[in-house]
Protein backbone atom coordinates (compact mmCIF):
# COMPACT_ATOMS: atom_id res chain seq x y z
CA UNK A 1 0.00 0.00 0.00
CA UNK A 2 3.08 2.48 -0.42
CA UNK A 3 2.46 5.43 -2.29
CA UNK A 4 -0.96 5.12 -1.31
CA UNK A 5 -3.51 8.25 -0.19
CA UNK A 6 -4.62 7.43 3.29
CA UNK A 7 -8.11 8.71 3.61
CA UNK A 8 -8.81 7.23 6.90
CA UNK A 9 -6.08 6.86 9.07
CA UNK A 10 -6.88 5.60 12.87
CA UNK A 11 -4.37 5.54 15.83
CA UNK A 12 -4.24 4.40 19.12
CA UNK A 13 -8.26 4.73 19.40
CA UNK A 14 -9.86 4.36 22.90
CA UNK A 15 -13.57 4.43 22.94
CA UNK A 16 -15.15 3.55 26.23
CA UNK A 17 -18.08 3.52 28.10
CA UNK A 18 -18.02 3.93 31.69
CA UNK A 19 -16.46 0.98 33.12
CA UNK A 20 -16.66 -1.16 29.66
CA UNK A 21 -13.66 -0.30 27.46
CA UNK A 22 -14.67 -1.27 24.18
CA UNK A 23 -11.29 -0.22 21.76
CA UNK A 24 -7.69 -0.22 23.34
CA UNK A 25 -5.27 0.98 21.00
CA UNK A 26 -6.93 0.33 17.72
CA UNK A 27 -5.10 1.10 14.64
CA UNK A 28 -6.34 1.19 11.02
CA UNK A 29 -5.32 2.47 7.59
CA UNK A 30 -7.71 2.57 4.89
CA UNK A 31 -6.37 3.69 1.08
CA UNK A 32 -8.52 5.79 -1.81
CA UNK A 33 -10.00 3.52 -4.12
CA UNK A 34 -10.46 0.22 -2.32
CA UNK A 35 -13.39 -1.38 -0.50
CA UNK A 36 -12.34 -2.64 3.20
CA UNK A 37 -14.85 -4.55 5.09
CA UNK A 38 -14.77 -5.45 8.99
CA UNK A 39 -15.77 -8.20 11.05
CA UNK A 40 -15.77 -9.17 13.96
CA UNK A 41 -17.78 -10.56 16.90
CA UNK A 42 -20.68 -9.55 18.83
CA UNK A 43 -19.50 -6.59 20.83
CA UNK A 44 -16.27 -5.91 18.79
CA UNK A 45 -17.62 -2.61 18.10
CA UNK A 46 -17.13 -2.16 14.48
CA UNK A 47 -20.58 0.08 14.34
CA UNK A 48 -18.70 2.31 17.23
CA UNK A 49 -16.12 2.42 15.35
CA UNK A 50 -17.81 3.71 12.06
CA UNK A 51 -19.27 6.37 14.35
CA UNK A 52 -15.18 7.66 15.89
CA UNK A 53 -14.72 7.77 12.29
CA UNK A 54 -17.37 9.46 10.80
CA UNK A 55 -17.13 11.48 13.96
CA UNK A 56 -20.50 10.51 15.70
CA UNK A 57 -18.98 9.47 18.75
CA UNK A 58 -15.69 11.33 20.11
CA UNK A 59 -13.49 8.76 21.06
CA UNK A 60 -11.63 8.51 24.83
CA UNK A 61 -8.27 8.59 23.27
CA UNK A 62 -5.83 8.22 19.93
CA UNK A 63 -6.76 10.03 16.98
CA UNK A 64 -8.81 9.81 13.37
CA UNK A 65 -7.89 11.67 10.21
CA UNK A 66 -10.92 11.50 7.94
CA UNK A 67 -9.24 12.67 4.34
CA UNK A 68 -6.23 14.46 6.00
CA UNK A 69 -8.60 16.15 8.38
CA UNK A 70 -9.43 15.57 12.65
CA UNK A 71 -12.62 16.13 12.98
CA UNK A 72 -12.40 17.01 16.32
CA UNK A 73 -9.98 19.86 15.76
CA UNK A 74 -12.40 21.64 12.80
CA UNK A 75 -14.25 24.85 12.73
CA UNK A 76 -17.99 23.73 12.36
CA UNK A 77 -17.72 24.82 8.80
CA UNK A 78 -14.75 23.01 7.85
CA UNK A 79 -16.18 19.99 9.25
CA UNK A 80 -19.07 19.94 7.40
CA UNK A 81 -17.31 20.56 4.44
CA UNK A 82 -15.50 16.90 5.10
CA UNK A 83 -18.52 15.09 6.07
CA UNK A 84 -20.00 16.12 2.88
CA UNK A 85 -17.53 14.51 0.97
CA UNK A 86 -18.83 11.03 2.89
CA UNK A 87 -21.87 9.05 2.40
CA UNK A 88 -23.37 6.73 5.15
CA UNK A 89 -25.98 3.80 4.49
CA UNK A 90 -26.91 2.90 7.94
CA UNK A 91 -28.39 -0.35 9.51
CA UNK A 92 -31.99 -0.83 8.19
CA UNK A 93 -31.50 2.65 5.81
CA UNK A 94 -32.73 5.03 8.36
CA UNK A 95 -34.74 6.87 5.92
CA UNK A 96 -37.29 9.73 7.07
CA UNK A 97 -40.90 7.75 7.35
CA UNK A 98 -42.93 11.00 6.18
CA UNK A 99 -40.91 11.76 3.13
CA UNK A 100 -40.87 10.33 -0.04
CA UNK A 101 -37.45 8.25 -1.12
CA UNK A 102 -36.53 11.81 -3.40
CA UNK A 103 -37.14 13.79 -0.73
CA UNK A 104 -34.79 11.81 1.50
CA UNK A 105 -32.19 11.81 -0.86
CA UNK A 106 -32.14 16.11 -1.54
CA UNK A 107 -31.75 16.28 2.77
CA UNK A 108 -28.25 16.10 2.28
CA UNK A 109 -28.66 18.76 -0.67
CA UNK A 110 -30.67 20.85 1.37
CA UNK A 111 -28.55 20.89 4.48
CA UNK A 112 -25.23 21.75 2.63
CA UNK A 113 -26.18 23.55 -0.50
CA UNK A 114 -28.91 26.28 -1.14
CA UNK A 115 -30.02 24.68 -4.56
CA UNK A 116 -33.46 25.47 -7.09
CA UNK A 117 -35.63 23.09 -6.35
CA UNK A 118 -36.00 21.60 -10.20
CA UNK A 119 -31.89 21.17 -9.78
CA UNK A 120 -32.03 19.12 -6.14
CA UNK A 121 -35.08 17.34 -7.96
CA UNK A 122 -32.61 16.43 -11.10
CA UNK A 123 -29.90 15.46 -8.88
CA UNK A 124 -32.49 13.23 -6.91
CA UNK A 125 -33.98 11.40 -9.81
CA UNK A 126 -30.22 10.74 -11.03
CA UNK A 127 -29.19 8.99 -7.64
CA UNK A 128 -32.22 7.03 -7.65
CA UNK A 129 -31.15 5.68 -11.33
CA UNK A 130 -27.52 5.42 -9.84
CA UNK A 131 -28.89 3.16 -6.83
CA UNK A 132 -31.00 0.99 -9.18
CA UNK A 133 -34.32 1.80 -8.42
CA UNK A 134 -37.01 2.76 -11.40
CA UNK A 135 -38.21 6.42 -11.38
CA UNK A 136 -41.38 5.59 -9.67
CA UNK A 137 -39.77 5.07 -6.98
CA UNK A 138 -38.84 8.70 -6.33
CA UNK A 139 -42.46 9.28 -5.27
CA UNK A 140 -43.25 6.53 -3.54
CA UNK A 141 -42.59 6.54 0.77
CA UNK A 142 -40.40 4.09 2.89
CA UNK A 143 -42.97 2.10 4.37
CA UNK A 144 -44.38 1.42 0.64
CA UNK A 145 -40.47 -0.36 -0.54
CA UNK A 146 -39.73 -3.41 -0.13
CA UNK A 147 -36.64 -4.28 2.02
CA UNK A 148 -33.95 -4.26 -0.76
CA UNK A 149 -35.66 -1.05 -2.26
CA UNK A 150 -35.57 0.79 0.84
CA UNK A 151 -31.18 -0.43 0.99
CA UNK A 152 -31.33 1.49 -2.42
CA UNK A 153 -32.87 4.29 -1.24
CA UNK A 154 -30.89 4.74 1.23
CA UNK A 155 -27.78 4.31 -0.71
CA UNK A 156 -29.10 6.82 -3.63
CA UNK A 157 -29.12 9.04 -0.42
CA UNK A 158 -25.74 8.37 0.87
CA UNK A 159 -24.22 9.20 -2.21
CA UNK A 160 -26.17 12.04 -3.17
CA UNK A 161 -23.09 14.54 -2.60
CA UNK A 162 -21.09 12.62 -4.75
CA UNK A 163 -18.94 11.34 -1.64
CA UNK A 164 -15.26 10.33 -1.65
CA UNK A 165 -15.89 7.39 0.84
CA UNK A 166 -18.89 5.67 1.36
CA UNK A 167 -19.57 3.73 4.59
CA UNK A 168 -22.13 1.02 4.67
CA UNK A 169 -23.22 -0.81 8.21
CA UNK A 170 -24.74 -4.11 7.31
CA UNK A 171 -25.85 -3.30 3.94
CA UNK A 172 -26.46 -6.74 2.99
CA UNK A 173 -28.56 -7.68 6.19
CA UNK A 174 -31.85 -8.94 5.64
CA UNK A 175 -31.82 -9.39 1.90
CA UNK A 176 -32.30 -12.48 0.55
CA UNK A 177 -29.27 -14.39 -1.31
CA UNK A 178 -30.38 -12.87 -4.88
CA UNK A 179 -31.10 -9.11 -3.44
CA UNK A 180 -27.47 -9.13 -1.50
CA UNK A 181 -25.66 -10.76 -4.45
CA UNK A 182 -27.27 -7.70 -7.06
CA UNK A 183 -26.77 -5.17 -3.94
CA UNK A 184 -23.13 -6.45 -4.02
CA UNK A 185 -22.75 -6.08 -7.74
CA UNK A 186 -23.99 -2.31 -7.18
CA UNK A 187 -21.70 -1.27 -5.05
CA UNK A 188 -18.54 -2.66 -7.28
CA UNK A 189 -20.07 -0.69 -10.10
CA UNK A 190 -20.26 2.49 -8.39
CA UNK A 191 -16.96 1.36 -6.86
CA UNK A 192 -15.27 1.57 -10.43
CA UNK A 193 -17.66 4.17 -11.89
CA UNK A 194 -17.83 7.05 -9.07
CA UNK A 195 -14.23 6.24 -7.56
CA UNK A 196 -15.64 5.56 -4.36
CA UNK A 197 -13.75 3.97 -1.19
CA UNK A 198 -16.27 1.96 0.42
CA UNK A 199 -15.94 0.83 4.24
CA UNK A 200 -17.97 -1.39 5.26
CA UNK A 201 -19.27 -3.67 8.12
CA UNK A 202 -21.08 -6.65 7.36
CA UNK A 203 -21.29 -10.51 8.56
CA UNK A 204 -21.96 -11.19 4.73
CA UNK A 205 -19.29 -14.07 3.75
CA UNK A 206 -20.36 -13.64 0.51
CA UNK A 207 -19.93 -10.05 0.51
CA UNK A 208 -16.48 -10.11 2.07
CA UNK A 209 -15.35 -12.76 -1.21
CA UNK A 210 -17.15 -11.11 -3.85
CA UNK A 211 -16.22 -7.67 -3.57
CA UNK A 212 -13.66 -6.79 -0.60
CA UNK A 213 -10.33 -6.24 -0.92
CA UNK A 214 -9.13 -5.91 2.50
CA UNK A 215 -10.82 -7.20 5.65
CA UNK A 216 -10.45 -6.10 8.76
CA UNK A 217 -11.09 -7.91 11.89
CA UNK A 218 -11.80 -6.56 15.08
CA UNK A 219 -10.83 -8.73 17.92
CA UNK A 220 -9.42 -8.42 21.50
CA UNK A 221 -10.73 -4.84 21.29
CA UNK A 222 -8.34 -3.68 18.10
CA UNK A 223 -7.90 -4.78 14.55
CA UNK A 224 -6.07 -7.71 14.97
CA UNK A 225 -5.01 -8.10 11.27
CA UNK A 226 -6.27 -5.57 8.42
CA UNK A 227 -5.10 -7.65 4.88
CA UNK A 228 -6.34 -9.32 2.00
CA UNK A 229 -8.87 -12.29 2.60
CA UNK A 230 -6.07 -14.76 1.63
CA UNK A 231 -3.79 -13.43 3.98
CA UNK A 232 -6.61 -13.03 7.10
CA UNK A 233 -7.41 -17.01 6.28
CA UNK A 234 -3.91 -18.21 7.38
CA UNK A 235 -4.34 -15.48 10.65
CA UNK A 236 -3.60 -18.27 13.79
CA UNK A 237 -6.32 -17.09 16.02
CA UNK A 238 -9.35 -19.05 17.09
CA UNK A 239 -12.49 -16.50 15.84
CA UNK A 240 -11.06 -15.67 12.53
CA UNK A 241 -10.35 -19.90 12.01
CA UNK A 242 -13.99 -20.77 12.74
CA UNK A 243 -15.49 -17.84 10.75
CA UNK A 244 -13.75 -17.96 7.86
CA UNK A 245 -12.93 -22.04 7.51
CA UNK A 246 -16.56 -23.29 8.88
CA UNK A 247 -18.98 -24.52 6.70
CA UNK A 248 -20.60 -21.19 5.54
CA UNK A 249 -17.18 -19.53 5.08
CA UNK A 250 -15.87 -22.63 2.81
CA UNK A 251 -19.39 -22.37 0.73
CA UNK A 252 -18.47 -18.51 0.72
CA UNK A 253 -15.09 -19.49 -0.80
CA UNK A 254 -16.41 -22.13 -2.68
CA UNK A 255 -19.30 -19.84 -4.54
CA UNK A 256 -16.61 -16.91 -5.19
CA UNK A 257 -13.93 -19.61 -7.18
CA UNK A 258 -16.87 -20.96 -8.81
CA UNK A 259 -17.98 -17.84 -10.07
CA UNK A 260 -14.54 -16.78 -11.01
CA UNK A 261 -14.22 -13.80 -8.93
CA UNK A 262 -10.43 -13.53 -7.89
CA UNK A 263 -9.48 -13.93 -3.77
CA UNK A 264 -9.05 -10.77 -3.12
Excluded at 94 to 114: C, G, I, K, Q, Y
Excluded at 221 to 244: G, M, N, Q, S
Amino acid sequence: MNGREKVIEVRGLRNQFGAQVVHENLDLDVYRGEIVGVVGGSGSGKSVLLRSIIGLNRPAAGSVTLLGEDLQRLSDTRRAAIESRCGVLFQNGALFSSLTVADNVMVPLREHFHLPLALMQQVAALKIALAGLPAEAGAKFPAELSGGMVKRAALARAIALDPDILFLDEPTAGLDPIGASAFDRLILTLRESLGLTVFLITHDLDTLYTICDRVAVLSQKRVLIADTLARVEKCDDPWIHEYFQGPRGRAAATAATHAAIPMR
